[in-house]
């Protein structure tokens, strides 16, 4: 569970006021938000409301309001006391993970400001400061004070936490393992002659991966068969979100056209059952058959071309 909490500097008279969000995350899935105004959660899931029973949600909006209205108390009185200029934000991330190995992690951090200020270590059960100054200093031995409170995060973190996150992901099974839309690859156009030479310009070979779920992808190219190191012939856009929840990634390399090379585009997911898929340069129509449903399963891959021309240009400017 992820909040966010705006304090604003005083209003009419010495009052505060303070706008609370919070999203809470399956994976990268967004499953529930929070608008604090009233503090009632919305479910974004169809099956998000089937992890626990009525009262158990009716149970946690009120757990949640009464935290929050402590938490805004708490963080008001510090201000102050601390001298603190508004308006400022708080952030706070919550929750745990699950590794492949059965065991887990829980983990609370705050942030002031958009930067690392504060976390709870769950294995110890005390808050340990991401920061040196004096306001960090101040919070961390103020939260260490309360004994019973790092008590009772420890059992949320370690156990509660544990135990109803495999609940959501059985739930939730189906959308966690989506897998990539059908998808099919582009026809591409080769190099262009340099008007002035006659000769092919620089290309830039354009890998475009995208409709993948889960997020993470490996996207490699290979020169005659071997892996190019990274360099400054590689560029890469970063793994990027798609509307529908699902991802992209964009990866180029710079080649020199007759040189004798072949190329390919390399990628590696969860989704292709442990294989790789491999699409040659030069072979970057749609392949016929049932190798394009195979791949259109799971992954929608477009490999397209550019004319390099401002690399010509600039060799041009500095010669």
């Not at 909040?3 to 008279?13: R, V």
């Not at 609370?20 to 099956?47: K, M, Y």
């Not at 745990?96 to 829980?106: D, F, K, Q, V």
Request: charged residues 15%; glycine residues 12%.
């Amino acid at each position: 569970m992820c909040g966010d909490g705006a304090i604003l500097g005083p209003g009419s008279g010495s009052t505060t006021s303070t706008d609370t969000v919070g999203t809470a995350l399956l994976g990268d899935l967004e499953t529930h938000s929070l608008a604090c105004g009233t503090c009632e959660i919305r479910f974004l899931q169809p099956w998000a409301q089937q992890g626990l029973t009525p009262k158990q949600w009716g149970d946690l909006e009120l757990l949640i309001h009464h935290y929050l209205f402590n938490f805004n108390r708490t963080v008001k009185r510090m201000a102050q006391q601390q001298r603190m200029g508004y308006p400022f934000v708080t952030q706070g991330s919550i929750g745990c993970e699950l590794h492949p190995n059965s065991t887990s992690r829980g983990f609370y951090d705050a942030g002031l400001n958009g930067e690392d200020f504060i976390s709870f270590d769950a294995d110890a059960g005390k808050w340990v400061t991401q920061q040196a100054d004096k306001l960090a200093l101040y919070v961390q031995d103020l939260l260490n004070q309360d004994k019973g409170t790092a008590s009772t995060l420890q059992f949320l973190l370690r156990t509660t936490c544990v135990n109803e996150l495999n609940t959501f992901a059985q739930y939730g099974r189906e959308s966690l393992e989506r897998q990539g839309e059908a998808g099919h690859l582009s026809p591409t156009a080769g190099p262009t002659p340099d008007p002035g030479t006659g000769t092919p310009a620089p290309v830039l070979l354009v890998c475009r991966v995208t409709g993948f779920y889960p997020r993470p992808v490996r996207v490699a190219w290979l020169q005659d068969g071997e892996e190019v190191a990274p360099g400054g012939r590689l560029n890469s856009s970063g793994i990027l979100p798609n509307t529908d929840l699902t991802y992209q990634l964009h990866s180029s390399l710079a080649v020199e056209p007759g040189a004798g090379h072949s190329y390919a585009c390399r990628v590696q997911h969860s989704s292709l059952g442990g294989q790789s898929l491999l699409i040659p340069w030069g072979r970057c129509t749609s392949p016929g058959g049932d190798s394009r449903g195979l791949w259109g399963r799971f992954l929608h891959v477009l490999i397209g071309c550019e004319v390099w021309r401002w690399i010509r240009r600039m060799e041009e400017l500095r010669g």
